[in-house]
């Protein structure tokens, strides 16, 4: 079959799936202040991926004590913040580390009414039931399906099995919701581990699957590469397939300019129940469709009804 039909199949298909489920609307998230991104290790990673070079981490708040990381929280939420997410850079091991920020967490909690998601990397059951106790509302880890991928992008040996045990850790503590992401392209732009993601996904009954895309940071190894929009539709597409049930969810990092906006609208085509930091052409499409638009302050991993 010739690609560009089925892919408009695989467009149509999941479409109807989403329009059946979820009704035709489609939600708009915003974050900047109003849920901004937290580094609990400041700009350091162990890692220093190829597609990251820890460029995308000194972006971020730096709040590298519990101490610092409760101020922070404070001072956002006397601004008026919905939220934060809670991350920062690996370990060697492809953790965030969060354990000695539990106790920080918890006070943030009884202090604000935040909403604090945590973008966690791999975790065992004790640590997924540590960010669940201290009250975590939802966890956010990318998946990687290929142990190639790993090895040559992460420059470490991480095995999907390593992935799947998080996500059912991330089930057994019983967090409200868990949102892996997929990286469309991280393999040089290319499809690699995308499948076999999903695949590892499907493990658990997910609250939300988010795609994204490799994004080319200049600077990094990997800043001439390019990904290709119909793959990331394709995922996005096979995403809704496999769970019909399920929010799915297009990320904030999904390249920029022309190939953002052509992204944007094929997502809005397929069905895509949430976009982050939409562009003019995601309010276009939905409106020619005639979607009900809702907008949030928040990150797209987080559903409606936990912001209303």
């Known amino acids: 079959m010739n690609r560009d039909v089925e892919l408009k199949e695989l467009i149509h298909r999941s479409r109807e799936i989403s329009y059946k489920n979820f009704g035709q609307s489609i939600n708009f998230y915003y974050t900047s202040n109003h849920f901004p991104a937290i580094s609990v290790t400041g700009s350091y990673c162990a890692l220093n991926c190829k597609h990251c070079g820890r460029i995308l981490i000194e972006r971020l708040t730096p709040a590298t004590t519990p101490r610092e990381l409760v101020k922070t929280c404070l001072k956002f939420h006397e601004q008026g913040s919905t939220g934060a997410l809670i991350t920062g850079g690996c370990t060697r091991e492809g953790k965030v580390p969060l354990y000695h920020f539990l106790d920080a967490i918890k006070e943030i909690k009884e202090k604000t009414d935040l909403i604090l998601i945590a973008h966690t990397g791999i975790v065992n059951y004790d640590e997924a039931k540590g960010l669940k106790e201290a009250g975590i509302e939802g966890v956010c880890v990318d998946i990687v399906g290929s142990e190639k991928t790993t090895r040559e992008i992460y420059g470490t040996g991480f095995h999907p099995r390593d992935y799947e045990k998080t996500l059912k850790a991330f089930e057994k503590a019983k967090i409200e919701n868990i949102s892996p992401h997929v990286c469309v392209g991280l393999h040089y732009g290319k499809l690699m581990h995308e499948l076999n993601a999903l695949k590892i996904i499907s493990s658990i009954n997910p609250t939300n699957v988010v795609i994204i895309g490799l994004t080319n940071l200049k600077g990094t190894p990997m800043e001439n590469v390019r990904i290709n929009p119909m793959d990331l539709i394709k995922i996005l597409c096979l995403a809704r397939i496999k769970f019909p049930k399920s929010h799915i969810s297009l ?43 809702k907008e949030f302050k928040a990150c797209c991993a987080l559903l409606p009804e936990q912001l209303r």
């Open 251 to 293: 990320g904030c990092a999904r390249g920029k300019g022309e190939l953002r906006a052509e992204i944007d609208k094929l997502a809005v085509l397929s069905g895509v129940n949430n976009v982050a930091v939409p562009t003019s052409m995601a309010y276009k499409e939905a409106k020619r469709l005639n979607l009900e638009i």
